[in-house]
Every structure is written in C-alpha cells, then in structure tokens.
C-alpha cells in the first residue's frame, strides 16, 4: 500500500513558489539590466562613429519617427564667467518642441562651428527607468574637445542629457530628448606649459623587469608604479626632482636656470630598481633631508644625507627591518618627541601596539592634525576596500574613528590629502578613487545578481566577512555602498566637532576618471587652494575599452574572478582599460566649489600619470607641477600664467619640533581673511610635495598677520603687518623671521 503523500498548503505553495522563483527573477532582473545598458552603451558608440564619418544626414535613423523633444542647446551660449582668460560659457535650450529632422540639423549645425576635433564621445549616464514594456529613460552624458571657429584654441564643451528611447525590436531609437545641464570652457592662452624635455627629466619610466619575467598573482601590479618627488635635498633654495622607476630610479638637481642636472651616481643612489616611493625627512634633525625608499620584492631601504651632496645607505643600522613591496609611506612625529616617525637615527615597528595595522590593500596616506588636539593623526586609504581614520590618543596609541566621525568612503582609493579647501581653519581630506566609466552598472539588480551568484557559484565563503564588516558600518544600504565604490573619488569636510560630511557632490570635486596622484596649491595666487590629479590606467590600442566586460564578469562568473585572470595583462591583451585619459585640473571657486579647466589652462596631459608633486621649482612665487607617468615620459607643467597677483611662501624650521617642521601650522590673515596650512610629508599617491608653504594672496601686498603653531613646544608665534612677494624662514622659538635670496631661474 502506497503511503499517503499529504499536498501542501496554499501558504506552502506560495512559499515554495517564491523560493523557486525569486532566484530566476534576481537572474533574470540582473541580465536585462545589464543587457539594456550594454544597448545603450554601443548605441551611443555608434551615434558617436556616425559624426565621426560625417555623414550626418544617416543620424536621423537613431531617431524615432514618434520623437518629440526639445534642442539640447549645444548652439544656444551664454558667457557665464571670465577669470584669468578662461570662459565659462553655460548652454541652454530653448525648449521648444522639435521634430527628428529638426534634432540631426541641431547636430549639423554645432558640428559646422569647429574648425577641428580632438575627441567627442557619448556615455551612458544613469538608467532612470529601464524595465520591459516601460519606457526607457536614461542620463547621457557628452564631451567634446574641439577648436571653435574663431578661437585660438581648443576648448571643451561638457554636457548632460535626459534621453528617452524606444526598443526597435533588438535596437534602440531616441523618442525623447532635453538638456540637463552644459558648459564650454575656453581659453586663449595656456597657464602651463610642459618644459620636461627641455628641463631634462622626461626620461620614459619602465617596468621592473620582474613583473614582466615572473608569474605574479596580480599581475596588474605593473600598471601601478610610481610616485614623484620635490625636495631640496641640497640646501640651496631649489627644489630638486627624485623620479621612481622600474629600472634605474633618478635624482636630478636643480641647476637653477630651468635645467635639472642627473646626479643619481654622484649622489650614490644608482642602481634603485622595482621603486615606486620615495620619501625625504631630516629624520635625525641635522638640517639635511634623508631618504627612505620602497622597493618592489626587495627591501626598503633608509639613506643618510650627508650634507655634501651624497648618501649613504644606513638601513642595517637603523631598524627599519625587512620590509618589501611597501606602497605609500609617509612620515610624522605621531608622539611629539621631536623624531619623525615612518608609517612604516633608528626606527622600531610600533604598529601592533598602536594600533595602526590596518590589514587593507593600502595605496593612500596622510598624516594631520583633524581635531586640532596637537597629535598628528592618520589617515589611510586603501583600493579594494574603506578608507580608516585614526585619532592619535596621546599616549602612542591610535583609536579606529572611522565610522563615528562619518569618514568612512567605500571605493579603490588610490591617494589621500590634507587640505583646508574652503579656509575655514578645519582641515578637511580628499581622496581619489577609481570613477567607473560604467557606474550606471551599480544599481539593485546587480547588487543582488552579485550576491545570488555569490552563493550559487560558492564565493560567499570568501565574501561573507565584507558582508558582514559592509553590515557592520552601513546598515543594509549595500547597493549605496556598491554605488560609492563606483562613484569616484571623495571630498571630506570637516565639521569641526570631530566629523566630517561628503560634500564632493556639492563642491563638484568629482571629476571623470581613474584617479591616482592629487596634489592641492593655489595655482593662479587668489587665495583659494586648487587641485590637480593624475588619470589613467592601461593605455593599450587606442580606442579599445574592456571595462564593460570586466565589471560584468566580476559579477556573473565569481568563481573565476577570483583566479585573479580577469586582471591578468595576458587577458586582455592589447586593449585598453580606461586609457587615454586626460589629468584634470579644478580651479577653487572660492564659494566651497570648484570648476574643471584643465583643457582652457594647458594641464589636461594624456600621460598615463600617477605621482603628483607641487613646488616652485623657478622660485617665481607661482607654484609648478610635476607628474610622473607609467611607461611614458614624465611631465613637468611649468606655470606661466599672468595672474599679477601676489603671494608668501613660509619654510619653518623647527627646534623642539622635528627640524622638517611637520605637524606645524601656519595661518595668514589679510583683509579679514584667513587661510591656514599644515607641513605634511608624504601624500597624495606615493609623492611629495614642497614643504615651503605657498599663500596666494589676490591683489594684496602686505599680509596683516602670520600666525605659526608649533606642536611639541606649543609655541604661537605672531607676525604682523608683512611685506608680500617673499620667501620667510621662521624658526621655532625666535622673534623675528629671516628672508630668504634664492637663485630665481629666469627660463
């Protein structure tokens, strides 16, 4: 006799129901998501290939008969702005209704005003509403570097559009169309010109040669390397040059009329390969700085300045250990005895008892003061995970305040600055990450696609801990968390009572790209800190890009992702992967915004850059930048810009404080106005810039007050009524300052 098999509940079937079904419907959601942005994705690539040809008349079958929208206003500008030569133009449209025909002349007629064009693409913004059998309505985003007729140069027009398609069987039309938002930026003449070659250090980078001979699990890791350095190694006034490389690293010395001389031999550092970080610091106070470097499967080592131009290599002697492959490195007096300290003379490894061993994949690190209690404080940023604050206790020990004071960004940062942006006496911090060219991509249904394969392809066993430390820190906002590691790189404001606020939507600090290096300096002297930041990636056969691809294999086939092949260089081959690139240059609004003008000034290098280090290197009270590049020639952006504006530059030197002065604070005061610095060294993404502080100070000669706080002797040191236009060294504990006649390279 059979046994009698009970059928379920309606309640049961239900569930049984949903547990069967709710898997295919996250698949299923998942795969039309991604394959409706990949249509619209090559829709535009072709749109783009059409006005390539020029055969503009066959655009109208990428409109729909049924289309109704407004002009995008690409003819229609209005001047906005006029600052140091560069315009800012605004579009705007109209609004009236237009017919398709009356949409492709629009094109016709913005296209006949150029006399040439650089680039000009087309990207897949946001995706508002995308399901079938709705309406699909998208954000477009549109760049355009092209010379204008009647203009002396190429300039760059921006924009964002609202666009609505209709499907066309497996093809898409546009039914609807309107202007968000869109500018032009141009200028006449460029602020900065790249003088490497005739200065002499644009030496090509190469790899080191064991990431090309070695099996390496991440094999991307030759895309990476290096930093840059400024420093005055020599004590003569000049800011010299110290170059990372693969191969043989380089010192080049500042002859002083425009040239740099390479005294890597003399100076006894030849022979540096597999470098990607070069620091300098008096760390024994001598009044010379030493240099400490990273160097890739080899140890990193520690040289002493000896004061006459060479160095000797110290590392056995000093403690530093048996350290290697070390990324980033900064230094600090992190417990106030007057010695620097290494974010790992002699050292000892104090990170356990610190409590400073952050265990992420680090690319990124700033030392600073945040809440103003006399303890330099930590800042790391790593790629593949959060960011981690640590407040100094004052007593050798660090406090992980990541999450309650609101700094924690998600995302692959690659570099973090300290920086009082909007001068308000609060220091605040920026970080580059990597932006996704796809970050559209980030959305619900690719989240839970990500994590159903997670358990269905077996990686959660490996993903659980991030899931739980994500729950841990955000709640059950993954997919804000998912959209934040896309997003691109972060301005943290300091609120002054020990937390911070994302303000990088707001101040427009985000620009478009793959982030490395940033350096802050007030460019143009009016008193308001800009900021400029290295781009690029993986610069292959031009026109090719294999993010799309990536990202969607990352999601759908984990198992494999975590073989490490999809980063692997023999995979992809010869393309691209975010490369050709432009660095981006944003200029301080002065109102808490900034605006980018890269393209109008002359900075928008396609370099492949990494490393960013700002100086003066012509001592002509205008600040310069240097840029690193990865297998390509590295930059040196001399600034030639007429802002007749003037300006301070401050070197301290400490006596109870560390000799290099850092952790020291400077406020100048003029008009009412006060604008506040901090001597950090070692930032941005393996780099470092100038310690002489740099103060723009508009049309103003004479600085009311020069206020400097030094942290071990908790000295304050008051100045009034000062002259502009000069270098002043101040020295702790002494009543007056001296001014500094450096050689003035008149190149």
């Known amino acids: 006799m059979r046994p009698k098999i009970s059928k379920p509940g309606l309640l049961e079937r239900s569930r049984m129901l949903i547990r069967s079904s709710f898997p295919d419907l996250i698949e299923k959601d998942g795969e039309v998501f991604f394959q409706t942005g990949r249509l619209v994705v090559e829709t535009l690539q072709k749109f783009i290939e059409t006005i390539r040809s020029g055969q503009l008349s066959t655009l109208r079958w990428f409109y729909s008969s049924q289309f109704s929208g407004s002009r995008l206003g690409l003819t229609r500008l209005a001047l906005d702005s006029v600052k140091d030569d560069v315009r800012i133009y605004r579009a705007f449209s109209d609004e009236k209704a237009c017919n398709r025909d009356e949409a492709v002349a629009e094109w016709a007629s913005y296209l006949a005003g150029f006399a040439a064009t650089e680039a000009i693409s087309l990207h897949l913004h946001r995706m508002e509403s995308w399901r079938p059998h709705r309406p699909l309505v998208t954000t477009i985003r549109f760049e355009h570097i092209g010379t204008p007729y009647g203009a002396e140069r190429s300039g760059i027009d921006r924009a964002y559009f609202r666009v609505a398609w209709i499907r066309i069987g497996s093809s898409l039309q546009i039914l609807e169309q309107s202007l968000v938002e869109g500018e032009r930026v141009l200028a006449d003449k460029e602020q900065f010109a790249n003088v490497a ?55 080049f010395r500042n002859r002083g009329d425009g040239t740099f001389e390479d005294v890597t031999r003399q100076a006894g550092l030849a022979g540096l390969d597999g470098v990607s970080v070069a620091v300098f610091a008096d760390y024994d106070n001598d009044g010379f700085k030493d240099l400490f470097i990273s160097r890739t499967f080899q140890p990193n080592q520690l040289f002493h300045n000896n004061g006459d131009g060479t160095f000797t290599d110290i590392t056995r002697d000093s403690g530093l250990g048996e350290d290697c492959c070390t990324t980033v490195a900064a230094w600090a007096d992190y417990d106030n005895d007057g010695f620097l300290d290494l974010y790992d003379g002699t050292f000892t490894n104090v990170t356990e008892e610190a409590g400073v061993g ?141 937390t911070f606020e994302d303000v990088t939507a707001k101040a427009n600090a985000n620009p478009l790209g793959w982030f490395w290096g940033a350096a802050f300096a007030d460019f143009d002297n009016d008193g308001w800190q800009d900021l400029y930041a290295a781009n690029g990636w993986v610069y292959n056969d031009e026109g090719t890009e294999i993010e799309l691809e990536f990202l969607n294999n990352v999601v759908t086939n984990q198992k494999t992702y975590k073989t490490g092949i999809y980063f692997d260089p023999k995979y992809f081959g010869a393309n691209s992967w975010h490369g050709w690139e432009r660095n981006r240059h944003l200029r301080n609004n002065g109102d808490g915004t900034f605006r980018e003008i890269g393209r109008a000034v002359g900075t928008d290098l396609v370099l492949n850059s990494r490393g960013v280090a700002v100086a003066d290197f012509w001592n002509r009270g205008v600040i310069d930048i240097a840029v690193a590049a990865s297998t390509g020639r590295h930059a040196l952006l001399k600034n030639i810009g007429n802002y007749k504006r003037h300006w301070l530059q401050i070197e301290l030197v400490g006596t109870v404080t560390n000799r290099d002065a850092v952790g020291a604070r400077v406020m100048i005061e003029v008009d009412g106005s006060q604008q506040w610095r901090e001597v950090v060294l070692g930032d941005g993404y393996g780099s470092q810039s100038s310690l002489r502080l740099h103060f723009g100070l508009n049309q103003h000669d004479t600085i009311d007050k020069i206020e400097v706080h030094w942290p071990v002797s908790e000295l304050t040191q008051i100045f009034n009524r000062v002259k502009a236009d000069r270098i002043l060294q101040i020295t702790e504990g002494e009543t007056s300052f001296v001014e500094k006649h450096y050689p003035v390279a008149l190149y």
Request: charge should be negative; aromatic fraction near 16%.
């Open 197 to 251: 070659h005739t200065a002499g250090i644009d030496f090509e980078n190469q790899y080191y040669p064991e990431f090309l001979s070695q099996p390496l699990k991440f094999g991307m890791i030759r895309y990476g390397p290096g930093g840059i350095t400024a420093v005055d190694y020599d004590n003569n006034g000049l800011y010299d040059i110290f170059i990372p490389d693969g191969v043989e690293s380089k010192l």
């Open 358 to 498: 952050d265990k992420g994949l680090c690319l990124g690190v700033v030392w600073g003061d945040y809440n103003d209690d006399g303890y330099s404080d930590l800042f790391v940023v790593n790629d593949f995970g959060r960011k981690t604050l640590y407040r100094n206790n004052g007593d050798g020990t660090f406090t992980d305040t990541t999450v309650k004071s609101n700094t924690l960004a998600y995302g692959a940062g690659m570099s973090a600055s300290y920086v009082d942006y909007d001068n308000n006496g609060k220091f605040d911090f920026y970080v580059t990450h990597i932006r996704s060219e796809h970050s559209w991509y980030a959305e619900a249904p690719t989240v839970l696609r990500y994590m159903l394969r997670s358990f269905t392809q077996g990686t959660w066993k490996t993903d659980f801990p991030l899931y739980m430390e994500i729950f841990r820190q955000s709640g059950l906002g993954f997919v804000g968390v998912f959209q934040q590691m896309a997003s691109g790189n972060t301005l943290l404001r300091n609120k002054g009572d020990g």
